[in-house]
C-alpha cells in the first residue's frame, strides 16, 4: 500500500477549526462559573448546587466520551463533529432559558453529552491531519484553545456582558450563533479517515478487523493515562468551578476584579497547552509532563498561602494552570494516540478523557461542592492539589512515546509500539 502524501493546507485548516471547536466547548461549558454568583440570587442556588451542575456535565461528558469516541471510528468524523456544534450550541441558548435548578441540570447533561461526542472524535482527527514531526504541537494547539475560551476569556467576557446585557440570561443565549457558524465551515472542510495518510499508513485491515474497543486497556500507557489523567481533571475542574466563587466569598474581591484573576487559570493553561506539548516534540513526552506538575504543584501550594494582593493570585493561578493542562494536553492526546494502533485511536481517546471525566469532571466537583458548603469554600484547594499529586505518581511510570525519542518513522508510529507496553500480532503488513 503506498501512503498518501500528507496535505499541509489541510493539516492547518483542520487544526485552526478544530482549535475554534474546542474552544466553543470551553467557553459554553464554563462561562456559568463567573456567572453563578449573579444566577445564585435569581434561582436560589448554593455552592453544592454549584458542584452538582458542573458534576452533571462531567459525568455525562465522560460516558458519552467512553461511548462516541469508538463510534466516530465507525460513523465518520464530520458527522460527529458538525451535530455535536450544534447542538451543544443549543444547549448553551437553553440554559439562559432555564427557570430553575432541575432544568438546569437537564440542559447540562445534554450539553455534557454534546460536548463529550464532539472532544475524542476532534482529538482523533486532529492527530489524522498532523505530521508526525507537528503532532503534540497541533494538539497541543487544538487543545490549547478550550482553556483560552472557556477559562481566559471567558470570565471576562461574562463579567464585562454583565454590565451592558440586560441579565446573564442574554449572555447564554448568544452562544449560539458563533456555534452554528463553525458548524457550516467544519461540514465543508473536514476529511474521513480513509482520505489522510494516517489511516493508510496503520496496520493492515485485516488487523484492523480484530480490533475492540475494550483492546486499549491492554496497553500500560492507557492504563496510567487514566489515572493521570483523573487527578489532573481533578484539579482543573475544581480550581475552574470554585475559585471565582472563593475569590469573591473568602478574599472579599470585587466581581470585575474576580473576573480578571480568574483568568489567570485560562491564559495560563492556553500558554502550557501550547509550549509543553510542544516541548514533548523535543525533550520526550514523560520528562516535560512530570517537571510541569511538579511546578504546578508549587504554585498551587503558593496560592493556598497567600492573600488577595493583586496581581499575586494571577500569577499563581497562570503557572498552575500553565503546568497542569499542560499536561493534560500531553496525557489526553497525544500519549494516548502514540500508543494504540490508528484504528484505535479515537476509542482510546475516548476512553482516558471519558473515565478521566467522569471522575475529575464529574465527581471531583460535587465532592468539592460538598466541601465548600460544609466545611468552607477554601478547603476545596486542597483537594486540587491532591489531584495534582496523583497526576505526578502516574506519569512518572508512563513510557516514553514521542517519535524523535523512540526512533519511530511515522509509519512505526502509527502502529502499536514496545512503547504502549504491548506487540501487535504479526498480519500482512508487520510481518
Known amino acids: 500500500m503506498r501512503p498518501r502524501e500528507y496535505d499541509v493546507r489541510y493539516e492547518r485548516s483542520a ?7 474546542f474552544g466553543l466547548v470551553g467557553l459554553d461549558r464554563w462561562i456559568i462559573s463567573p456567572l453563578f454568583p449573579s444566577m445564585m440570587k435569581e434561582l436560589g442556588l448554593d455552592y453544592q448546587d454549584l458542584g452538582n451542575i458542573i458534576g452533571v456535565l462531567g459525568l455525562a461528558w465522560g460516558c458519552s466520551s467512553l461511548l462516541m469516541g469508538g463510534l ?10 458538525v451535530g455535536s456544534i450544534v447542538f451543544f450550541s443549543v444547549c448553551s441558548l437553553l440554559t439562559g432559558l432555564v427557570g430553575g435548578l432541575l432544568s438546569l441540570l437537564m440542559v447540562r447533561v445534554v450539553m455534557g453529552v454534546t460536548e463529550g461526542a464532539f472532544t475524542p472524535t476532534a482529538v482523533a482527527a486532529t492527530a489524522e491531519a498532523s505530521r508526525p514531526e507537528r503532532r ?4 497541543g494547539m487544538q487543545q490549547s484553545t478550550f482553556a483560552l475560551f472557556g477559562i481566559g476569556l471567558g470570565p471576562i467576557i461574562a463579567t464585562q456582558l454583565l454590565r451592558v446585557l440586560p441579565s446573564w440570561h442574554w449572555v447564554f443565549g448568544l452562544m449560539l450563533v458563533p456555534g452554528l457558524v463553525l458548524a ?7 476529511r474521513e479517515p480513509h482520505q489522510l495518510p494516517a489511516f493508510e499508513s496503520a496496520v493492515a485491515p485485516a488487523a484492523q478487523d480484530k480490533t475492540r474497543w475494550l483492546d486499549v486497556f491492554r496497553y500500560r500507557n492507557i492504563r496510567l493515562a487514566i489515572l493521570a489523567l483523573c487527578g489532573a481533571m481533578t484539579c482543573i475542574f475544581v480550581l475552574s468551578a470554585m475559585v471565582p466563587s472563593y475569590l469573591v ?3 472579599g474581591i470585587g466581581t470585575s476584579q474576580m473576573g480578571v484573576i480568574a483568568s489567570g487559570i485560562g491564559f495560563g493553561a492556553f500558554a502550557g497547552q501550547l509550549v509543553i506539548p510542544g516541548l514533548s516534540d523535543r525533550f520526550g513526552r514523560k520528562p516535560v509532563v512530570v517537571v510541569a506538575l511538579l511546578m504546578a504543584m508549587c504554585m498551587l501550594v503558593g496560592f493556598i498561602l497567600q492573600g488577595p494582593v493583586v496581581p499575586l493570585p494571577f500569577l499563581l493561578l497562570f503557572f498552575v494552570a500553565f503546568g497542569a493542562n499542560g499536561c493534560l494536553a500531553l496525557l489526553a492526546g497525544t500519549v494516548t494516540v502514540e500508543s494504540v494502533p490508528a484504528g484505535l485511536m479515537a476509542a482510546a481517546a475516548g476512553t482516558v478523557m471519558g473515565v478521566a471525566e467522569i471522575f475529575g469532571g464529574g465527581v471531583a466537583p460535587s465532592v468539592a461542592g460538598y466541601l465548600a458548603q460544609h466545611h468552607g469554600i477554601h478547603t476545596v484547594l486542597y483537594l486540587a492539589l491532591g489531584g495534582l499529586l496523583l497526576c505526578v505518581v502516574a506519569a512518572s511510570f508512563l513510557q516514553e512515546t514521542a517519535p524523535k525519542k523512540t526512533g519511530r518513522t511515522g509509519d512505526e508510529d502509527a502502529a502499536v509500539t514496545t512503547a504502549a507496553g504491548v506487540r501487535p500480532e504479526p498480519g500482512p503488513a508487520t510481518r
Open 15 to 21: 487544526v485552526v477549526l478544530l482549535s475554534l471547536g
Open 184 to 190: 457550516w465551515f467544519v461540514f465543508r472542510t473536514m
Open 72 to 81: 466516530s471510528d465507525r460513523l465518520g468524523r464530520r458527522r460527529i463533529l
Open 136 to 139: 503534540g504541537l497541533n494538539m
Open 249 to 251: 466569598d473568602h478574599q
